[in-house]
DNA sequence: AATTTGGCCGTTTTT
DNA sequence: CGGCCAAATT
């Protein structure tokens, strides 16, 4: 092969995904493999290369941050301005179709996005408004099949309403819907659905964008769910036989496919090589991240799958360190002992930040920060609140939503009465009936019935005052810049007002977060998104919001260990991965053995989460957990057992050695680590946490904890030669020393 | 209108 | 066990 600047430092593999050929291309990228950077070459090759034109390209990925990312570094690589792209997540993308065409699709103008919080407080009332039994139909459970309804790309006529069940939740669907439309609201699937029907439905609007795209590029494609996958087919011309024929590029991972639970179709890649006629498969399984140990261990987990479409990750680089795999006691135990092996990484050097802390479920963090904290171990919880997912932050939004379109409903409940206005629930009812008979917005209905004097006095006043109120904020800031407007709207509503009057610390930081969605406001660039031009900036604002939950806060630059969930992981790396809790019943979760197919996924799961590791990766499990309040005994996971022995080394604690004592007047931070019995009823039986004691065959160690009281009462004693062991007291004659 | 109590439920998460 | 929500209090 020629050498080309675009072309070096690739491996043979991603040279050829680069510099293909215009066609079809199937990309399967293993864990660690240069993903990103390959499709970010793919394209630089494209514009260069075959000279296409920057708008003949589009890219495709499902978070904010990973097309943020791609966006980035093309433009970094291609040294010129991305702007004619359009490279974006599934719903950013349609969003952006249903700005340009909210005429062809039946959209007011000023329409506004729900997110999934908004989408069921909206069901909910219309459940209640149904007199449905609320002990039988939950409205999570029907935004749950309303989602999945949509992302199969059905509607409520679609469905046949066979059995009860689903007729019912075809009721509240369409009325559900019926009350989006006439609010001028679209929730996150809607907009998927709703672009698929514009180019299903408008051969113009179609032709136009298939005319433009020649290259679509997906990234995740293991993740895509039906009606993502049908909206590819479409701007692409639809695969053989299309009345335009663009190139498309998928690039995914059927081994890290783990969000099979929320509808993302697996089987689309298989799906993609009998769609589309000649596609170039190419796989890149030359792992840059892990040693060869992790990388021989999670090839040998993930073989246990079957249905794969096929892949070994292999590396140039060394074995490296062992699997360290640690039995412990119970959860607290595994705090302690990745706390103390956190604290032996940071004493040799290493970072915290490099540090990862992976789980199955957030439930289990609770633990592992008290463990942290003891140890007095900065650490960082990934997966928290949005920002723009805060309520103070959501109610100030719903402010905005009113002044930019009066019929959003959904935004209008959320601050009719907020702060409190003497609008109770009897007044919206009212207004709510009011609205259903005359087919209105709740905003139109409450301004006829209070004029009409339905309401009566002091309702009607504070109605009244309501709608003033907005309408007067509306008036006074319409010509402010967009952060003179937000603040005006929060001091002027009042939202301000109510929170500095409540007291406490969660009062002092909403009130810091409306001060900060002033800033966020003047800080926004809408040409920065991917929102039409002609929007007002408001509605480019409030598009952003829902679309961008907020990135991550910048949280102060500490060095932090950080915790999250398996799932949250996807796409991290970090030198040294802790997997905890990897027991039957937590990983794989109970409720993947009941159904088919979901063990796979969690074994993919395991994969994604043992590929994380760079250098060293240490596998945790508790014998004993307390779940729901209740001790539970477990057997360590089956995923554990598919992993080569000779991979895995089996640790036990070991000895700290910081001062003659083997404690290093330490004391206090285990003596967290109790269950059960009390600290005094310990004491009395003679031992102390952190005391040298003598067994007649372990010989010395020190007390690390214990549990319960009376005859079972149990030690656990760190031996010096032997690591830790729990005994029962009555039995172990043990002597202080 | 604000606060307290009691019942229920309980993976994984992005948009 | 603990968080959330709705009903029941003051």
Redesign the pocket.
Known sequence: MTSHPLLEQLNDKQRAAVSAPERHMLVLAGAGSGKTRVLVHRIAWLLQEYHLSPYSIMAVT??????AEMRGRVEELVGSSTRAMWIG????LA?RLLRAHYMDVGLPQNFQIL??DDQQRML?RIMRSMNLD??RWSPKQAQWFINAKKDEGLRPHHLDGHDFNERTYKEIYDAYQVACDRAGLVD??E?LLRAHELLRDNRIVREHYQKRFRHILVDEFQDTNAIQYAWVKLLSGGGAGGEHENYVTIVGDDDQS??G??GAKIENIHQFTRDYPNVDTIRLEQNYRSTNTILSAANSVIANNSDRLGKELWTEGGNGESIDLYAAYNELDEARYIASQIEAWHEQGNALQDVALLY????QS?VLEEALLHARIPYRI??GL?FF?RQEVKDALAYLRLLANRNDDAALERVI?T??R???ARTLEIVRDGARQRGLSLWDAAKQLATEKVLTGRAANAVLSFIDLVQELEDETAEYSLGRQVDTVIKSSGLMAMYQAEKGEKAETRVENLKELVNACDNFDQLGTETPEDMTPLNAFLAHA????GEEQAEEHQDAVQL?????AKGLEFPLVFMCGVEEGLF??Q??LD?AG?LA??RR?CYVGMTRAMQKLVITYAEQR?I???EKLHRASRFIAEIPPENLNHVRMQTRSRSSDGFGGNQASYGRFHSGASHEAFTESGFQLGQRVRHVKFGEGTVLNYEGSGPQSRIQVNFDDLGSKWLVVAYARLERC
Not at 62 to 67: E, P, Q, R, Y
Not at 546 to 549: C, D, G, N, P, Q
Not at 564 to 568: R, V
């Open positions: 499902f978070t904010n941050k990973a097309a997540t599934f719903h950013g969003h997110d999934s909910k609320e002990k996150f699937a907009l783990i969000y639970w929320r199955r479920s957030n439930a609770r990934y997966g949005r997912d009465n702060p409190t003497g609008i109770g829902a679309l961008e939950s999250m969930t398996l799932h949250s794989p979760s409720q993947s159904e979901r996924e969690e799961l307390r729901y309040g209740q």
